[in-house]
């Protein structure tokens, strides 16, 4: 029997890491296991070139190679800027093993970080109307004697004189506890309570603190909620940690899969963003986490299964039959939430496919938009794109599997909108010119950068109405048969870039059309069209216009609304009316399955190529 190879240490000096790698593991899939982030948006299957480091110093060998050594091809088309003469090429950390301990260079894109986390929509000092599922009651109550005796939950049961109460068994545990935390003859206590069940018992005075959770694909936010005033106190988002296992939908479903213990992964994954995300908006704001009595969660319906730890397998296949529509209420500690002891969790409903409790989410916070108009389209772009056409009364919705490349992913130098980020692109006398956030120095391109960059090689016509990068422009350069326009030093889109952009762009108009088409009505009818989602709070309106990703509408008729699902899990973490109104709205989405129609192949390859002129821009 052969002896396994040792495991080796790997040292990230940019990130002040150390890391062990174990035997045959990839430097890429051993720094997921430790938690150190690394680009990569295929999950490691070696797809998609982003999870480029260098190798500072220290022996590696391919994963298809039997000879240790130092590497010295890149096999990558990284997009990364070349080193410089001597120094060691940037490789793909998801194809290398080690062979002794390493110092690892991490490219600059994986450092960045995120300054837009998907949090914005609404007033930031908004107060929502109240009637929360949690309410709270102050007593004052008579200590016990040896003449009352009573059980301390009769005496708190008794004060209350409501019929039916229950009391949470691990919120009891701290009862007697919070009874006599003083030496007073007469006990002050906060009983909270949530329908017909008693799920915590604080001092008077305790803040009771709601937390809303959009659970995306890309990015995780938050948002956290006095519940006595409504108030919206703070936000944060972070990327999704389940990134580590791949920038789409399918990829997590296909690890999910693999066994309990894979699937277990990504349901962790995903709870330690919330707890992560609920400790620092509580320490932002002077609490703790124990006073969140509530929490509203929404996600596409894989997020979705894969928090509450339903199987997935039955998603990756059609006709893509979802465990769970209906909206749900879970003890948070059930879920590894660490709230109040009772505290409980409410996921949104889903609505069929793919379509989850996120675009409800969305649905709800834009119905003032909406509703009042003949015929409204509600998209939510991502790597998973939802889509609701709003005519006659009626709501149809569909998904389409868009991919990652229009948030970044998959692209040879897409990175997340973070410092450094391309965000936008314009020409001077016919040369290229970038624009990037924060002004930094540019190390990669966002989502809103790929789709800028791409508008406007095709207004310069160096990319051609079929896709292909022309060869005779200075800002055009090619390595071994592949060409690609040089957006400033190191950063690069490629022609896998571009056709990544075709499939994403192809997918989502034929969603469109093929809704607009079961309703025979053509695209200029539509009234307000609803872009919703990070991507689309940042993205031009005229540069997705110009590719053909959205249809040549007057530009008055969008409407870019950045995280309205978030606002929807606020809405419902104030609200019992806004969480019945959300089920009516799911209840009433008619589900239309497209990725298996006749005809869906053949628009898709209608919308796959660009316009051959630029439309007018309309008023």
């Given at each position: 029997?052969?002896?396994?190879?040792?495991?080796?240490?790997?040292?990230?000096?940019?990130?002040?890491?150390?890391?062990?790698?174990?035997?045959?593991?990839?430097?890429?899939?051993?720094?997921?296991?430790?938690?150190?982030?690394?680009?990569?948006?295929?999950?490691?299957?070696?797809?998609?070139?982003?999870?480029?480091?260098?190798?500072?110093?220290?022996?590696?060998?391919?994963?298809?190679?039997?000879?240790?050594?130092?590497?010295?091809?890149?096999?990558?088309?990284?997009?990364?800027?070349?080193?410089?003469?001597?120094?060691?090429?940037?490789?793909?950390?998801?194809?290398?093993?080690?062979?002794?301990?390493?110092?690892?260079?991490?490219?600059?894109?994986?450092?960045?970080?995120?300054?837009?986390?998907?949090?914005?929509?609404?007033?930031?000092?908004?107060?929502?109307?109240?009637?929360?599922?949690?309410s709270n009651h102050d007593l004052m109550l008579p200590g016990a004697t040896l003449d009352d005796n009573r059980s301390d939950a009769d005496r708190v049961l008794q004060a209350l004189a409501l019929?039916?109460?229950?009391?949470?068994?691990?919120?009891?545990?701290?009862?007697?506890?919070?009874?006599?935390?003083?030496?007073?003859?007469?006990?002050?206590?906060?009983?909270?309570?949530?329908?017909?069940?008693?799920?915590?018992?604080?001092?008077?005075?305790?803040?009771?603190?709601?937390?809303?959770?959009?659970?995306?694909?890309?990015?995780?936010?938050?948002?956290?909620?006095?519940?006595?005033?409504?108030?919206?106190?703070?936000?944060?988002?972070?990327?999704?940690?389940?990134?580590?296992?791949?920038?789409?939908?399918?990829?997590?479903?296909?690890?999910?899969?693999?066994?309990?213990?894979?699937?277990?992964?990504?349901?962790?994954?995903?709870?330690?963003?919330?707890?992560?995300?609920?400790?620092?908006?509580?320490?932002?704001?002077?609490?703790?986490?124990?006073?969140?009595?509530?929490?509203?969660?929404?996600?596409?319906?894989?997020?979705?299964?894969?928090?509450?730890?339903?199987?997935?397998?039955?998603?990756?296949?059609?006709?893509?039959?979802?465990?769970?529509?209906?909206?749900?209420?879970?003890?948070?500690?059930?879920?590894?939430?660490?709230?109040?002891?009772?505290?409980?969790?409410?996921?949104?409903?889903?609505?069929?496919?793919?379509?989850?409790?996120?675009?409800?989410?969305?649905?709800?916070?834009?119905?003032?938009?909406?509703?009042?108009?003949?015929?409204?389209?509600?998209?939510?772009?991502?790597?998973?794109?939802?889509?609701?056409?709003?005519?006659?009364?009626?709501?149809?919705?569909?998904?389409?599997?868009?991919?990652?490349?229009?948030?970044?992913?998959?692209?040879?130098?897409?990175?997340?909108?973070?410092?450094?980020?391309?965000?936008?692109?314009?020409?001077?006398?016919?040369?290229?010119?970038?624009?990037?956030?924060?002004?930094?120095?540019?190390?990669?391109?966002?989502?809103?950068?790929?789709?800028?960059?791409?508008?406007?090689?095709?207004?310069?016509?160096?990319?051609?109405?079929?896709?292909?990068?022309?060869?005779?422009?200075?800002?055009?350069?090619?390595?071994?048969?592949?060409?690609?326009?040089?957006?400033?030093?190191?950063?690069?889109?490629?022609?896998?870039?571009?056709?990544?952009?075709?499939?994403?762009?192809?997918?989502?108009?034929?969603?469109?059309?093929?809704?607009?088409?079961?309703?025979?009505?053509?695209?200029?009818?539509?009234?307000?069209?609803?872009?919703?989602?990070?991507?689309?709070?940042?993205?031009?309106?005229?540069?997705?216009?110009?590719?053909?990703?959205?249809?040549?509408?007057?530009?008055?008729?969008?409407?870019?609304?950045?995280?309205?699902?978030?606002?929807?899990?606020?809405?419902?973490?104030?609200?019992?009316?806004?969480?019945?109104?959300?089920?009516?709205?799911?209840?009433?989405?008619?589900?239309?399955?497209?990725?298996?129609?006749?005809?869906?192949?053949?628009?898709?390859?209608?919308?796959?190529?660009?316009?051959?002129?630029?439309?007018?821009?309309?008023?």
């Amino acid at each position: 029997m052969s002896t396994p190879p040792a495991p080796h240490r790997l040292n990230f000096p940019e990130l002040d890491r150390e890391i062990e790698v174990q035997g045959e593991e990839t430097i890429f899939h051993g720094a997921r296991r430790n938690g150190l982030r690394i680009v990569g948006a295929c999950g490691g299957r070696g797809t998609c070139g982003t999870c480029v480091v260098r190798v500072v110093e220290g022996r590696i060998d391919h994963v298809h190679s039997a000879a240790p050594g130092l590497l010295e091809t890149d096999d990558a088309a990284t997009g990364v800027e070349a080193p410089a003469p001597g120094r060691r090429k940037w490789l793909r950390a998801c194809q290398l093993r080690v062979r002794s301990d390493c110092t690892i260079e991490v490219a600059p894109r994986s450092l960045a970080p995120v300054v837009r986390a998907d949090v914005d929509f609404g007033d930031a000092g908004e107060t929502l109307p109240l009637d929360p599922a949690v309410s709270n009651h102050d007593l004052m109550l008579p200590g016990a004697t040896l003449d009352d005796n009573r059980s301390d939950a009769d005496r708190v049961l008794q004060a209350l004189a409501l019929p039916d109460l229950d009391i949470d068994l691990v919120a009891a545990r701290g009862l007697s506890v919070a009874l006599r935390d003083g030496d007073a003859a007469t006990w002050a206590l906060r009983v909270r309570r949530h329908g017909h069940e008693l799920i915590d018992f604080a001092p008077v005075g305790s803040k009771s603190l709601g937390l809303g959770v959009d659970l995306g694909t890309t990015n995780v936010a938050a948002f956290l909620i006095d519940l006595e005033s409504g108030a919206r106190l703070a936000s944060l988002g972070i990327e999704n940690p389940q990134t580590a296992w791949g920038a789409d939908l399918i990829s997590r479903i296909n690890h999910a899969i693999g066994g309990s213990r894979a699937a277990d992964d990504l349901r962790e994954a995903a709870v330690a963003a919330i707890n992560g995300l609920a400790h620092d908006l509580c320490r932002a704001v002077g609490s703790h986490s124990g006073c969140i009595v509530d929490a509203v969660v929404c996600g596409n319906t894989a997020m979705h299964h894969l928090l509450l730890g339903l199987p997935v397998r039955q998603l990756g296949r059609a006709p893509f039959v979802a465990a769970l529509h209906a909206p749900t209420d879970v003890k948070a500690r059930d879920l590894g939430l660490v709230f109040c002891p009772g505290a409980s969790v409410h996921l949104a409903p889903n609505i069929g496919g793919f379509v989850g409790g996120d675009h409800v989410s969305t649905l709800l916070a834009t119905e003032d938009r909406w509703r009042p108009l003949g015929t409204s389209l509600v998209m939510d772009i991502g790597t998973n794109t939802e889509i609701s056409l709003i005519h006659g009364g009626e709501i149809s919705s569909a998904s389409v599997p868009s991919g990652p490349a229009l948030e970044g992913g998959h692209i040879s130098c897409g990175m997340r909108a973070a410092d450094g980020a391309i965000e936008r692109v314009s020409t001077v006398e016919g040369r290229l010119v970038v624009h990037t956030i924060g002004n930094r120095a540019p190390v990669g391109l966002c989502g809103s950068g790929v789709l800028d960059a791409l508008a406007t090689l095709r207004r310069l016509e160096i990319v051609s109405a079929r896709g292909r990068i022309a060869a005779a422009h200075p800002d055009v350069e090619e390595t071994d048969g592949l060409r690609a326009a040089l957006l400033a030093p190191g950063v690069r889109l490629t022609q896998h870039d571009v056709r990544a952009v075709q499939l994403a762009k192809a997918a989502i108009r034929t969603g469109v059309e093929l809704l607009l088409r079961d309703h025979g009505i053509a695209e200029q009818r539509i009234d307000r069209f609803i872009i919703a989602g990070a991507f689309g709070a940042y993205i031009d309106i005229a540069s997705g216009i110009d590719i053909g990703l959205f249809p040549d509408l007057p530009a008055g008729r969008y409407a870019q609304v950045g995280n309205a699902a978030g606002l929807g899990t606020r809405r419902m973490l104030a609200s019992l009316t806004a969480r019945t109104r959300a089920a009516e709205i799911a209840g009433a989405c008619r589900y239309v399955e497209l990725s298996t129609r006749g005809e869906f192949q053949k628009t898709f390859m209608h919308h796959i190529g660009f316009p051959s002129e630029l439309p007018r821009r309309s008023q």
